[in-house]
């Protein structure tokens, strides 16, 4: 495949292959170090914490257009007895069958592959039937740092993007200001453009298969400018979409995952975090969004939690 030079220009730029030695499989999340950690702690003014996730449920916002489905929840036990005793002791237990990327998640850099590699020139081919053997989620460990809210909507003075909206650099730029916070390496930052408000309209369809705002082909730059450990948008896709230029398919897949190696997660609830922080002017705050340990795992279901 022939890419544009502008985007071949872009990936030379953002490229982190070798920066953490050969063998790295973690990419930007070398950059969380203990001060990093330190920092996010210190963020924390008041202890009161909120929720970033959508709900795991049956009719959820997986994108089943692509072959996702929802959460498929099985009772295994319903209030069956332990020993004879009928006023005795009961339990009941069930299982969950899931995409790991169905609802609010993060992608593994195992997730995309072009020209046969993954990041760090690792080979696509280490993907297999059971699962990625370099790269995998599993790789990335613990995800604790300082979070910042990126309100692009807000900066913007609307209440959410336009579908199809391709968030600029300038944009990022005028969300910092609007927060007071500059990004320093290793923090992680939640871009919010209100599309999530479909979701709590109940628009579930219009949010998972419809357009969608999000980060331009341009941002993956200013990610590695601030050299931010992860980014996360409230959307389905994480970019734009429709394409900018469609001879480029999911570019800033290409350009994080891959070039990269940073950490991109997907439909992050940003709207209570919105408001509270434009109630009480901070944007900055300790970050809890550790994948769960899925061994070879492309993905991961996460709860993130951000501490005020």
């Not at 973690?26 to 210190?42: Q, S």
């Not at 069958?97 to 690792?122: E, F, I, K």
């Not at 989620?137 to 979070?147: E, N, Q, S, V």
């Not at 899925?294 to 991961?300: E, K, Q, T």
Request: contains cysteine; charged residues 20%; aromatic residues 6%.
């Amino acid at each position: 495949m022939t890419f544009p030079d502008a985007f071949l220009d872009l990936a030379g730029r953002v490229n982190n292959w070798g920066r953490w030695g050969p063998a790295d499989e973690t990419g930007t999340l070398n950059l969380i170090t203990d001060e990093v950690v330190r920092r996010g702690v210190a963020s924390v003014q008041t202890g009161r914490r909120i929720s970033l996730t959508v709900p795991l449920t049956e009719d959820g916002i997986a994108p089943t257009q692509i072959g996702r489905k929802n959460p498929v929840r099985t009772m295994l036990s319903v209030n069956q007895p332990l020993g004879r005793n009928p006023d005795g002791v009961r339990f009941s237990d069930d299982e969950v069958s899931m995409p790991l990327q169905c609802a609010t998640h993060w992608d593994a850099l195992a997730h995309v592959s072009q020209g046969g590699r993954l990041y760090n020139g690792h080979p696509a081919d280490s993907v297999t039937e059971a699962g990625a053997e370099r790269c995998g989620i599993d790789k990335a460990g613990t995800l604790i740092t300082r979070g910042i809210l990126l309100d692009v909507a807000r900066a913007k003075e609307l209440p959410r993007l336009a579908p199809g909206y391709p968030i600029t650099p300038e944009d990022l730029d005028a969300a910092e200001r609007i927060g007071g916070v500059p990004v320093e390496s290793g923090d992680a930052i939640l871009i919010r453009t209100g599309h999530m408000q479909l979701v709590h309209e109940g628009r579930i369809k219009d949010y998972s298969t419809g357009d969608s705002p999000g980060p331009g082909m341009a941002c993956a730059a200013w990610f590695r400018d601030r050299d931010v450990s992860a980014v996360a948008t409230d959307t389905i896709a994480f970019e734009v979409w429709p394409l900018e230029d469609r001879s480029v398919i999911l570019p800033l897949h290409i350009l994080d995952l891959i070039e990269m190696g940073l950490t991109q997660g997907q439909n992050f609830d940003l709207e209570a975090l919105a408001a509270d922080c434009a109630a009480d002017w901070q944007y900055a705050f300790l970050l809890d969004a550790s994948p769960l340990p899925f061994v070879r795992g492309l993905g991961s279901p996460v709860h993130p939690v951000a501490v005020k």
